[in-house]
């Protein structure tokens, strides 16, 4: 059992950062891949970023590659996404998700979700 407690939401304008953060806890051995998916309404959840605890492999989707950045805090059972340039198409509620033996491509492969946090952006 892990849950998963996001924060860091809110609104920003066309251009602006936000920092979202995602705390774990329940289980002592911590998730082998912390990451995001995101929620438009009407969409289907989609996949964000991922990490692998030590950092080694890290995945962006195609559609935030080189404008987010995932990074993970083992100590603390964290896992921040940085969201800089931030488009109206970014608007959703973004979920925390853990899992514990890969790195999922599709909701449907997660273990754990977090409640999701709001983030809108716009011009």
């Known amino acids: 059992q892990e849950q998963l407690e996001e924060s860091g939401g809110g609104s920003v304008q066309v251009g602006g950062s936000l920092r979202l953060s995602c705390a774990a806890s329940?289980?002592?051995?911590?998730?082998?891949?912390m990451g995001w998916f995101r929620q438009a309404p009407g969409k289907e959840r989609e996949f964000v970023a991922f990490i692998t605890r030590r950092g080694s492999m890290i995945n962006y989707a195609d559609s935030v590659k080189g404008r987010f950045t995932i990074s993970r805090d083992n100590a603390k059972k964290m896992v921040f996404l940085q969201m800089n340039s931030l488009k109206p198409e970014d608007t959703a509620v973004y979920y925390c998700?853990?899992?514990?033996?890969?790195?999922?491509?599709?909701?449907?492969?997660?273990?754990?979700w977090g409640e999701g946090t709001q983030v809108t952006v716009s011009s």
């Open positions: 998700a853990a899992d514990y033996s890969v790195i999922p491509r599709v909701a449907d492969q997660v273990d754990y």
């Open positions: 329940g289980r002592t051995v911590s998730p082998y891949a």
